[in-house]
C-alpha cells in the first residue's frame, strides 16, 4: 500500500516568497503517477500538476512539481495572495489506486 | 465550461441508506472515468469509488467495500453512489470528480454534498 506523507504540515510564509512543499511516498510511485491539488475554504480541490511535474490547463507557471519515485516537491517560485491554501499530493494507479497525503496548509505570515 | 454537480446529501442515522448523485453539463460523458472522493470534517481528501467511462470497471476504497455502489446513467450523465449501512465516520461532503482514464489524477470537481450520520 503506497502511503503518502507531506511535509511540513504548515508553512509560514508571505507574499513573493519562494514555497517549497514535498511529498513522500512509503514505496516508489509507478511512472511518476504523483498530482497536487489545491484546496480553498468551502471549494472544491483544483488540479495543479499531474505525471509529477506537468501543469494542469490554465495553471500559473509559478507552480512547478519535481521530483521522481518517492520523493516529490511542489515549487511555487513568488506567492501571490490566492496562493495560500492547502495543497494535497496523490498517487493514481498504485495500491491503493488513489491515495492522498495528509496536507499541507500554506498559511500567511 | 464543465459543470459537475452533486445532490442527495443529508443527515441519516447509523444503519441507514442514502443515494448521492452527479450531474455532468460537459460533452462525451461516457468517456471519462467517474469518481466518489469524499472529505470528514476539518480532515483531508479520501478517495471512495471509480468507475469507467462504460460502468464495465468499477473499484471501492476499503473502507467502503460491500457497503457502496457506484453506477451510472450514460444516457442521462449521472453517476450515483448508493450508500448502505451507514457508519458515523462516513460523515463527509463527498465530491463527484472526473478524469480521462483510470490511470490519471481527477481533472474536474463540483462543489460536493454534504453527508450527516448521526442519531
Known amino acids: 500500500e503506497v502511503v503518502l506523507t507531506q511535509s511540513p504540515g504548515t508553512l509560514s510564509l508571505s507574499p513573493g516568497e519562494r514555497a517549497t512543499l514535498s511529498c513522500r511516498a512509503s514505496?516508489?510511485?509507478?511512472?511518476?503517477?504523483l498530482a497536487w491539488y489545491q484546496q480553498k475554504p468551502g471549494q472544491a480541490p483544483r488540479l495543479l500538476v499531474y505525471?509529477?511535474?506537468s501543469r494542469a490547463t490554465g495553471i500559473p507557471d509559478r507552480f512547478s512539481g519535481s521530483g521522481s519515485g518517492t520523493d516529490f516537491t511542489l515549487t511555487i517560485s513568488r506567492l501571490e495572495p490566492e496562493d495560500f491554501a492547502v495543497y494535497y499530493c496523490?498517487?493514481?494507479?498504485?495500491?491503493?489506486?488513489?491515495?492522498f497525503g495528509q496536507g499541507t496548509k500554506l498559511e500567511i505570515k | 465550461e464543465v459543470q459537475l454537480l452533486e445532490s442527495g446529501g443529508g443527515l441519516v442515522q447509523p444503519g441507514g441508506s442514502l443515494r448521492l448523485s452527479c450531474a455532468d453539463s460537459?460533452?462525451?460523458?461516457?468517456?471519462?472515468?467517474m469518481s466518489w472522493v469524499r472529505q470528514a470534517p476539518g480532515k483531508g481528501l479520501e478517495y471512495v469509488s471509480v468507475?469507467?467511462?462504460?460502468?464495465?470497471?468499477?473499484y471501492y476504497a476499503d473502507s467502503v467495500r460491500g457497503r457502496f455502489t457506484i453506477s451510472r446513467d450514460n444516457s442521462n450523465n449521472r453517476v450515483y453512489l448508493q450508500m448502505n449501512t451507514l457508519r458515523d465516520d462516513d460523515t463527509a461532503v463527498y465530491y463527484c470528480?472526473?478524469?480521462?482514464?483510470?490511470?490519471?489524477?481527477?481533472?474536474?470537481w463540483g462543489q460536493g454534498t454534504v453527508v450527516t450520520v448521526s442519531s
Open positions: 460537459g460533452f462525451a460523458f461516457n468517456s471519462y472515468v
Open positions: 505525471g509529477a511535474s
Open positions: 468507475i469507467s467511462g462504460g460502468g464495465n470497471t468499477i
Open positions: 514505496q516508489s510511485v509507478s511512472s511518476d503517477y
Open positions: 470528480a472526473k478524469g480521462s482514464t483510470v490511470v490519471r489524477p481527477f481533472d474536474y
Open positions: 496523490q498517487q493514481y494507479g498504485g495500491t491503493p489506486l488513489y491515495s
